[in-house]
Nanobody, 117 residues
Framework: QVQLVESGGGLVQPGGSLRLSCAASGNIYFPNRMGWYRQAPGKQRELVATQQSGDIPDYSDSAKARFTISRDAAETTLYLQMNSLKPEDTAVYYC???????????WGQGTPVTVSS
């Protein structure tokens, strides 16, 4: 089992920035892929960005220019730096951990982000 704890969400004005964190603990095997997804009210959950351990990140088109995903040196904490936030970025942001070798697929509880003036 892997536990994921997200933090960093909140209310921010348009044009502002937030940094989300996701700390993974438990039975962590490498390689693995961690990522951020988001779900806006009334919409399906969508990919924001992911990063395989030891590899470069992948971004959705909507996140490419404004968001940066990264992992700490131990590759057990995932970050999402979000800049130039827009009202359409309002959503619950979820962290996901996938371990291909062991077949694990875990989600965090989500952290809400509201972009509003």
């Amino acid at each position: 089992q892997v536990q994921l704890v997200e933090s960093g969400g909140g209310l921010v004005q348009p044009g502002g920035s937030l940094r989300l964190s996701c700390a993974a603990s438990g039975n962590i095997y490498f390689p693995n892929r961690m990522g951020w997804y988001r779900q806006a009210p009334g919409k399906q959950r969508e990919l924001v960005a992911t990063q395989q351990s030891g590899d470069i990140p992948d971004y959705s088109d909507s996140a490419k220019a404004r968001f940066t995903i990264s992992r700490d040196a131990a590759e057990t904490t995932l970050y999402l730096q979000m800049n130039s936030l827009k009202p359409e970025d309002t959503a619950v942001y979820y962290c996901r951990f996938r371990d291909g070798a062991m077949g694990g697929d875990y989600w965090g509880q989500g952290t809400p982000v509201t972009v509003s003036s």
